[in-house]
């Protein structure tokens, strides 16, 4: 997870894809969309639920607890 740089060198975009292709990584942007970025995952909202409001130290047990982040994912033209 990264927030890219409001500028980035053309150079330096080109050595960061050419190793997420060759590992087979993704790379997931905050705030704004990576250059030549193909696919972009929008949270739409967000929805607790289990033991507590899930901030409290009691509401660790991941057994009885879940976050769910509805999404939706788009191509980008």
Request: aromatic fraction near 2%.
């Amino acid at each position: 997870m990264v927030r890219p740089p409001d500028r980035l060198a053309p150079r330096t975009t080109a050595r960061i894809d050419a190793h997420l292709r060759r590992t087979g990584a993704v790379m997931l942007c905050l705030d704004r969309p990576w250059p030549g970025s193909a696919l972009r995952l929008e949270v739409t909202r967000r929805q607790w639920s289990g033991l507590g409001d899930g901030v409290s130290p009691a509401a660790t047990d991941a057994a009885t607890n879940s976050t769910e982040l509805p999404n939706s994912i788009a191509a980008l033209a």
